[in-house]
């Protein structure tokens, strides 16, 4: 037999005070019980830091998660103390909780003392234990359950009534007694742990006189606290009849009122009256009745109740508006002759549950919980349920901790309540995402119920929660037009709640820019210089700078790249030079001040930060005389942005193979790196002919990386190996052909080889292989370049385990080596260790870490053992509210860091 009536879920202290405790009992909903079994315990750490390019990145660690598993407890109260005729009925009244974190099963046994024991001296007959599951005192059914078993949910209770007759031949003063007991099956047959068992014993002294019974109703089990008065009334019963022998007088009933309800005046009603009656002591028809306002105390004295007779006393209580959650748990008080020096007898506790209100609201103040469509309180100011930011290119928007207005999350109902939290993209463009953060705006949300949806985990009532959402528009992506995302929130217990919202707005998106110059002016991006050095937008055919050369000697033009933007940007270099010509770009100093270092991009350019280049132009050896216009072009591939600069090259008047450049590049596991290099004829004799004068090559390596490598002739001398370019043999003869100089490779004539470095997939960082291709032309001594290539992961790593400390004494179960990966199972009031892990996997050093976490829902941070870094020497960890962050370390390659610190899964 099970029972399904729907309570909410009840503290073990808070549930044995309902039932224990004489008179009326208020029992809220619980702020910090135990997390039901099932429950997932999870969360995820970030870190940021400095890169060698001295770039800001952040980093997220795994989720790990951890299973709350189920603990039995239980009660079962209380004694009863009575009194009966011989071969009297007697009916007493128990109840039994489950004040564990999941739904129990319990046997139910009765049985007589052992006659001498405790004074008992005489057993029952017929003795029986019914189910009351409304708790009103009434058998639910005829149906006996000693020696079954009931099923009751974690956090709710069910009515026990035990029943019994005395014997026919004793005499008064004799004393019997029955022990009712409920022994939980979960403990011993899931959890592999004894069994435990609680035992409650009725006591009956046997009388002659008058017997009084009482029992205790209500006319509903549960209240709506935000309904009408009418709906939030309770009416009580007291049902009072003397099975005894002879008249009972002058019994006395006490009913004690909490302060969530109120006592609705003259609602007392004697049976058989439909009139109620005064609430001042005075003598009525039947006996007397009183309400004392001071103490919420009722008083009920009844004159006489014959033999054989029932009678009731009625009166109502209104339950207070917005109450919390809970159960009003009625249990009042009866002498069956008045006072004196014997202790008053319990009625059955008569329970009616405070029914859950779960609903919230989202919006943009701390302390107004106003809804959807309602005004806010005044003064209105900015609270109008929408966010406004403005941002630019390339920069994302943090909504809620960026000085301006916050993004709160209301509890407006009467329960502690979980508030999923969805995203509609509504206007943002494609490619748009949203992320969800705590209110360190470094933490993300998780899902803390087991569905498919965020939440920031539960909220007491009347409680606000803040939260921060970060919008990343694409790259690319201007705007003047306002464009939006809205947050609706939903409470987890009620799926057919209307959702509330806050609307995100980004009312433009300014665009960012890239100005290329020659360097020589004021780098405004205006052009507004003398000589002009190029500034401002680009004009076709508006020449900055012109060099003179011979045919096959290069000309340098300085180059610089201003990024007018709000984050640092890198941007790839071309130009338009004609077939033949080849352009390579190197870094530079200041204008014109040229280094080594070859280049097809600027690298990371800060926010207004400008990168010189210089930028060789070669004419092929063969080049006529006259102008040619070079067009250079920087773009960024991630935003998009562009810009073009003019130059010319006059080729002089004037009438031997090369094979260059060296090349060194980095590359990722698995990644590749393409390396430009030239082979040039400067002599007069055509080379790589069919048959003759032959163009062979070789590749030799050194190193331990085990790079894959293969050799390209650039045909359309695009800079990229295309499908059709790549030498399947060891000669570049076959190749050359299709040059734009025809057959093989005349005088004058360059041809763009390209050499592919493949890297595997496991290299580690460090690995390094340097590639030479030599090419050896008939009759003519080799030439070579060498290409070296090293792996550079070139970001922290950062790894969040975990390991159970079961009886939280601050050391795993299994020792410190025992952190991982995997979900693990606990029980509330079992500790979990953390262990977060700051790797630098590159190989150069990284600055200004700092790893974030934040103690995850349903759980308490322990100290000790207090938060830290491991080694010591790396800082400190402080703690903020529930927010932990370490202190700024750097990390060198290979070097890692460990941040340490335990919570304690409530209970």
């Keep these: 037999m099970s029972n399904n009536t729907v309570l909410p879920r009840l503290t073990q202290l808070a549930a044995s005070m309902a039932v224990v405790v004489g008179g009326l009992a208020f029992v809220p909903a619980a702020n910090a019980a135990a997390p039901l079994a099932g429950t997932n315990i999870s969360n995820i750490a970030t870190a940021s830091y400095t890169d060698a390019n001295n770039t800001p990145r952040s980093v997220t660690s795994n989720e790990v998660k951890t299973t709350v598993l189920q603990v039995a407890s239980f009660t079962l109260t209380a004694d009863q103390t009575t009194t009966a005729n011989p071969n009297g009925q007697i009916s007493l009244s128990h109840t039994l909780t489950n004040t564990g974190n999941g739904a129990d099963t319990f046997t139910v046994n009765l049985a007589n003392v052992t006659n001498g024991t405790n004074g008992d001296t005489y057993d029952f007959s017929n003795i029986r234990v019914y189910l009351d599951a409304d708790k009103n005192g009434i058998p639910d059914n005829n149906i006996d359950i000693k020696g079954t078993t009931i099923n009751v949910a974690g956090g709710q209770s069910v009515g026990l009534i035990v029943v019994g007759t005395t014997p026919n031949a004793v005499a008064a003063a004799a004393v019997g007694k029955l022990t009712v007991s409920a022994t939980n099956v979960y403990s011993a047959t899931i959890n592999g742990n004894a069994a435990t068992t609680a035992i409650n014993t009725d006591t009956v002294t046997i009388v002659t006189g008058a017997v009084i019974q009482v029992t205790k109703s209500a006319n509903v089990t549960s209240v709506n606290p935000t309904g009408s008065a009418a709906a939030r009334t309770v009416e009580y019963t007291l049902t009072y009849k003397n099975t005894g022998n002879t008249a009972a007088s002058n019994v006395t009933l006490k009913d004690i009122l909490p302060a969530n309800v109120t006592y609705v005046a003259g609602s007392g009603v004697w049976s058989g009256s439909a009139t109620g009656r005064t609430d001042l002591a005075g003598d009525e028809t039947n006996g007397k009745y009183d309400f004392d306002a001071a103490t919420s105390t009722l008083n009920f004295v009844i004159a006489s109740v014959a033999p054989n007779t029932t009678g009731t006393l009625k009166f109502q209580v209104l339950v207070n508006a917005n109450t919390p959650a809970g159960t009003v748990a009625n249990t009042a008080s009866f002498d069956p002759d008045g006072p004196g020096t014997e202790t008053p007898q319990n009625t059955n506790t008569a329970i009616v549950t405070v029914n859950s209100i779960y609903a919230g609201t989202i919006n943009d103040s701390a302390t107004d919980k106003y809804a959807d469509n309602v005004a806010p309180t005044a003064p209105i100011g900015t609270k109008d349920d929408t966010i406004t930011a403005t941002t630019a290119q390339g920069v994302a928007v943090n909504f809620g901790n960026n000085g301006g207005e916050e993004i ?136 900055i700078n012109t060099l003179a050369t011979n045919p096959g000697v290069a000309v340098t033009f300085p180059l610089a790249v201003t990024n007018f933007a709000t984050n640092s940007d890198n941007f790839n270099i071309s130009s338009n030079v004609p077939a033949g010509w080849t352009v390579q770009y190197y870094t530079a100093t200041a204008p014109g001040v040229c280094t080594t270092n070859q280049v097809t991009n600027t690298g990371n350019i800060a926010a207004n930060g400008t990168a010189y280049l210089c930028a ?73 002919l069919a048959g003759a004068n032959l163009l062979p090559f070789t590749i030799g390596t050194v190193g331990n990386l085990g790079s894959t490598i293969s050799v390209y002739v650039d045909l359309n001398n695009n800079g990229i190996a295309d499908t059709g370019e790549l030498v399947t043999g060891a000669d570049l003869t076959a190749l050359l052909t299709a040059t734009p100089g025809g057959a093989g490779l005349q005088p004058g004539e360059s041809a763009t080889i390209l050499v592919k470095v493949q890297a595997p997939s496991n290299a580690t960082a460090g690995q390094s292989d340097s590639s030479t291709i030599t090419i050896t032309p008939t009759g003519s001594t080799a030439v070579s370049v060498n290409d070296t290539t090293t792996v550079n992961i070139g970001q922290v790593r950062l790894t969040k385990q975990q390991a159970l400390d079961s009886n939280c004494d601050g050391t795993p179960d299994a020792g410190a080596g025992v952190y991982g990966l995997n979900t693990i199972s606990a029980k509330p009031g079992a500790c979990i260790t953390y262990q977060i892990t700051a790797a630098n996997d590159g190989n150069a050093p990284v600055t200004a870490v700092v790893i974030n976490d934040t103690v995850p829902t349903y759980t308490t941070l322990q100290n000790p053992p207090a938060p830290v870094l491991v080694p010591a020497a790396k800082g400190t960890v402080s703690v903020t509210g529930s927010a932990l962050a370490s202190t700024t370390f750097g990390l060198l390659p290979t070097e890692s860091v460990n941040l340490n610190f335990t919570v304690k899964i409530d209970n």
Excluded: C
């Design 408 to 543: 709160w999350i209301h509890n407006t109902g009467n329960v502690t309540e979980t508030y999923n939290v969805s995203v509609n993209y509504n206007s943002l463009p494609a490619g748009s995402t949203v992320q969800l953060f705590k209110a360190d705006g470094l933490t993300p949300l998780t899902d803390t119920n087991g569905d498919p949806v965020v939440d920031g985990g539960p909220i007491a009532v009347n409680g606000s929660q803040k939260i921060v959402a970060r919008v990343t528009l694409p790259s690319t992506y201007t705007t003047t037009t306002p464009i939006s995302a809205i947050l609706s929130i939903k409470p987890v217990s009620n799926s057919a709640a209307l959702a509330d919202t806050i609307t995100l707005s980004i009312s433009s998106v300014t665009a960012n820019k890239v100005d290329l110059s020659n360097g020589s002016g004021d780098r405004d991006g205006i052009k507004d210089d003398t000589p002009n050095a190029g500034e401002g937008p680009y004009i076709a055919g508006d020449i």
């Design 616 to 688: 060789t132009v070669t004419p092929p050896a063969n080049a006529t005389p006259g102008n040619t216009d070079v067009v250079f072009t920087v773009t960024s591939s991630g935003t998009g942005l562009t810009d073009s600069m003019t130059d010319r090259v006059t080729v002089n008047t004037v009438r031997n193979v090369s094979f260059t450049p060296d090349r060194t590049g980095q590359v990722a596991p698995g990644g590749s790196n393409t390396y430009t290099h030239i082979i040039t004829n400067n002599g007069n004799v055509t080379e790589g």
